[in-house]
């Protein structure tokens, strides 16, 4: 059975940090390229970043280079995302999403709010 399970998330003054952890089982992780996406209520999910399967090479949306890191443990079959410098437009559900060949699985979300 395919998991993916968020934690880490909560709630956090403006400049603050978080990270994010996915914890994967079931399937072959190291082969997944790995990504966090967020979404806000009324709003389409929104890639965060990426973090590719070979290579390790890493993505990031514009609103988020230079604050947030992706990494992955793949001896962990884990996958991170460190938030600093957080803002209140952060604040949204973060899901974790893996892609294996032509299967795709999600988490279930985790939110963070950034407020004071």
């Known amino acids: 059975q395919v998991q993916l399970v968020e934690s880490g998330g909560g709630l956090v003054q403006p400049g603050g940090s978080l990270r994010l952890s996915c914890a994967a089982s079931g399937f072959t992780f190291r082969r997944a390229a790995m990504s966090w996406l967020r979404q806000t209520p009324g709003k389409e999910r929104e890639l965060v970043a990426t973090?590719?399967?070979?290579?390790?090479?890493?993505n990031y949306a514009d609103s988020v280079k230079g604050r947030f890191t992706i990494s992955r443990d793949n001896a962990k079959n884990t996958m991170y995302l460190q938030m600093n410098s957080l803002k209140a437009e952060d604040t949204a559900v973060y899901y974790c999403n893996a892609k294996a060949g032509w299967l795709e699985y999600w988490g279930q979300g985790t939110q963070v709010t950034v407020s004071s």
């Open positions: 973090i590719s399967s070979a290579s390790g090479s890493r």
